[in-house]
């Protein structure tokens, strides 16, 4: 039975209660953040508390809890549940009005609701799937304009994980104007000899926290990054590729749409990068 955090209180998840009237169950009007945990430390928490409080001055929601006490939430969750290595998922939404309306609730009246729970992953940094790579198919990229937001708005990644699995691939690549922008719940990237390409910063992709890590340490490794736009035919002509999230670090993929990458084994750039972000996040890790 874990314990969850529900707006300041330490609960077994089955006493866990939200109101029905909860703007993010309403209007999926909340953001969230997942940060790993590696050896019972936190991986990158300064990133995704930086980004969480960009996300909650972009949709003008107030800022129910510091810094340090979130941090300190993470921590006692990590202690009471026995987190070794997995996740944190937070969430916060704009709270229980009385009645559900399309107008904002007046912070003053309606606090914000903030809910944290443990998922225990063991085996999460020497992951199976990271030696054998993943397949990944294309779908339309059908979601709103405010990707850079990480809001719960997650019904069309959702089914575009679902399209993967009925194609029998492990996720999806998704594809606006001709050029792919990122997978469903991740960034994604090609590599052509020892230059790695992504796409760009801007409201088209989230700002990914293992994103700029990653390539932060490629260049360190003196690595080439181009930060632009590519197509799905370009990347299945690219030596390699690859995937990064908090929750999969450094993913490589393999196959795209059917179509095998080199030799359809993951290649020697992504295994490095991941070898690299492990090491130097264990480093960092508080």
């Known amino acids: 039975m874990r314990t969850v955090y529900v707006n300041g209180d330490y609960l077994p998840e089955n006493e866990a209660k939200v109101s029905i009237f909860d ?4 209007m999926a ?5 997942v940060t790993s945990v590696i050896d019972g430390k936190l991986i990158d928490f300064d990133g995704h508390a930086k980004r969480l409080e960009r996300s909650l001055n972009e949709l003008n929601m107030p800022h129910p809890i510091s810094m340090d006490d979130l941090l300190k939430v993470h921590r006692e969750l990590v202690r009471i549940n026995e987190i070794e290595e997995g996740m944190i998922y937070l969430q916060i939404t704009r709270g229980a009005p009385d009645d559900r309306d399309f107008v904002f609730p007046d912070p003053e009246t309606t606090p914000c609701t903030i809910v944290l729970f443990t998922q225990n992953k063991p085996g999460l940094a020497d992951s199976p799937a990271a030696k054998k790579g993943m397949k990944v198919i294309s779908i339309e990229d059908q979601r709103w304009g405010r990707r850079d937001i990480k809001t719960v708005q997650l019904l069309y990644p959702s089914m575009g994980k679902m399209m993967a699995k009925a194609a029998g691939a492990d996720d999806a690549w998704m594809v606006e104007d001709g050029a792919v922008t990122e997978g469903t719940s991740n960034n994604a990237y090609i590599v052509r000899g020892n230059t790695i390409i992504t796409r760009q910063l801007s409201n088209d992709i989230l700002h990914g926290i293992t994103r700029a890590a990653v390539l932060r340490f490629a260049k360190e490794a003196q690595m080439t990054v181009e930060e632009r736009a590519f197509t799905i035919e370009e ?6 590729a690859f995937i990064t999230s908090a929750s999969t670090f450094v993913m490589p993929v393999v196959e795209i749409d059917g179509a095998a990458l080199g030799d359809g084994t993951p290649g020697p750039v992504s295994a490095r990068l991941r070898e690299i972000y492990l090491d130097e996040s264990r480093k960092a890790a508080i």
């Open 29 to 33: 009007d909340g953001v969230y953040e």
């Open 235 to 240: 990347a299945q002509g690219a030596d390699e």
């Open 23 to 26: 703007r993010g169950f309403l």
